[in-house]
């Protein structure tokens, strides 16, 4: 499985962006697919998930202002990102989880993209 995330950008706070992650090698509808964020100097940070069943899962410091949605017919997962802050700058990675539960861990998923700069200027 190969994972490729792209989509991010530099936008002014209150803007907003769409990442996408899309999938090849095999057919993840049936798995769970997590956005993660890493900025420097911090641990990286589960952001949404949305498993196999298709049920979706926020971080508190996102929901209300991220939507993750998936389009199993494109092997695609998609992550939009409105009303962004300052404090959402981070690399932000797509990854899979061979199983249709979803988790918070980073370790807890198998495949994990090369990662997108989203960076929010104030």
């Known amino acids: 499985v190969q994972l490729q995330a792209y989509g991010g950008g530099l936008v002014q706070a209150g803007g907003s962006l769409r990442l996408s992650c899309a999938a090849s090698?095999?057919?993840?509808?049936?798995?769970?697919v997590g956005w993660f964020r890493q900025a420097p100097g911090k641990e990286r940070e589960f952001v949404a998930a949305?498993?196999?069943?298709?049920?979706?899962y926020y971080a508190d410091s996102v929901k209300g202002r991220f939507t993750i949605s998936r389009a199993n017919a494109k092997n695609t997962v998609y992550l939009q990102m409105n009303s962004l802050k300052p404090e959402d700058t981070a690399v932000y990675y797509c990854?899979?989880?061979?199983?249709?539960?979803?988790?918070?861990?980073?370790?807890?998923?198998?495949?994990w993209g090369q990662g997108t700069q989203v960076t929010v200027s104030s």
């Open positions: 949305i498993s196999g069943s298709g049920g979706t």
């Open positions: 990854a899979l989880r061979v199983t249709p539960l979803y988790s918070v861990k980073p370790e807890g998923y198998d495949y």
């Open positions: 090698g095999r057919i993840f509808s049936s798995y769970t």
